[in-house]
């Protein structure tokens, strides 16, 4: 103590130090205990995505810390939150809940906003739930910078590795100067000028398709009200299109049935034609000319049958030889009548 005594100013450096240190360690304390004071209402809240979101966590009202997060569990593929409000806080039924950034080292809160006012809307009691339908996730940080790729793809990545490496070394106070890092900052800016005329042609065209969309606004206006319309109309015939799809299903299991039952009889057909197919082709000489003579054959048979249902039938020449006797031809000598001519 004698030593420290002769040495004023280092002990008073040393006691605002250890008094600096008590009051930052309280207030952190303090932050992370994030208590509530008073009453407090439990509900829960259903989100797709809760990354990022921890026992403790902030829930504000306007900015202003009005809970904390109690709990946080997995309900199926459903992400639950467990959330202490401060029963003073109107919380209903049209109550929605979000969550959002609370700083740029990733921590989160839940933010409860109220919805739109009507007569069915109602407090919230203890243990009740706000459904998905009301709830709305962080945005995703990787989804968003992943949206840029292309333009980081026409960048050369030795260039976006140095620099990064250069901006965590300047900030630890490590590595190059502030002059180099923007010397190579500028240079990457340069390489981005030189591809310009791409990025130009890329806002062109997306110009040109809002230009096109805007000139076609009515018909797209249309396009929505009706794919709306026929939505609607499905969702309505939605039990007659399952029934019919229950009835397509039994018809194509009956078909497959009758093609297996009937498959090896018509591969047998198939093969007969086939052979009957080559006995044709063997003797096109004969089916020629029986083609050939058909339209003689059918045009005797339509004088045969001219006069109506009945068959008439005309004996032009008759040879009658009798054993021992000669041949009787009538009629005698060969003249016929004019129905044989």
Do not use: K, W
Not at 244 to 249: F, K, T, Y
């Amino acid at each position: 103590m004698r030593a420290l005594l002769r040495h004023p100013g280092p002990l008073a450096g040393v006691l605002a130090f250890t008094l600096v240190a008590g009051l930052l360690t309280a207030a952190v304390a303090g932050t992370l205990a994030r208590g509530t004071d008073g009453d407090s209402l439990r509900i829960e809240a259903e989100f797709r995505d809760a990354a990022g979101v921890r026992v403790g966590d902030d829930v504000r009202i306007a900015g202003v810390r009005v809970g904390r997060v109690s709990d946080t569990r997995l309900h199926g593929e459903t992400a639950v939150l467990t959330l202490d409000v401060d029963a003073a806080q109107r919380v209903d039924t049209a109550t929605r809940a979000s969550i959002n950034y609370l700083n740029l080292m990733g921590q989160r809160y839940v933010a409860l906003e109220p919805g739109p006012t009507a007569d069915a809307v109602r407090p919230l009691r203890e243990g009740e739930s706000i459904p998905l339908a009301r709830t709305r996730p962080a945005l995703d940080l990787t989804e968003l910078f992943n949206a840029f790729r292309p333009l980081f793809d026409s960048l050369r990545p030795d260039q976006v590795n140095r620099l990064a490496e250069n901006i965590v070394a300047t900030l630890q106070g490590e590595g190059p100067t502030l002059r180099d890092l923007t010397r190579q900052t500028a240079r990457l800016t340069r390489d981005l000028v030189g591809r310009d005329e791409v990025i130009a042609r890329v806002l062109d065209n997306v110009t040109l398709v809002l230009h096109t969309a805007d000139d076609h606004r009515r018909q797209l206006v249309g396009l929505v009200r009706d794919l709306g319309t026929l939505t609607s109309g499905l969702a309505a015939d939605r039990e007659a299109i399952g029934a019919g799809m229950d009835d397509v299903s039994e018809v194509s299991t009956l078909l497959a049935g009758l093609a297996e039952e009937t498959g090896p009889a018509l591969t047998r057909d198939v093969a007969r034609l086939r052979r009957l197919a080559g006995f044709l082709a063997q003797r096109t000489g004969p089916l020629n000319a029986a083609l050939e003579g058909i339209p003689t054959q059918l045009g005797i048979y339509l004088r045969t049958l001219g006069y109506g249902s009945h068959l008439n039938v005309y004996v032009c020449t008759l040879a009658i030889r009798v054993l021992g006797s000669p041949t009787l031809e009538l009629p005698p000598g060969g003249v016929h009548s004019r129905r044989c001519r």
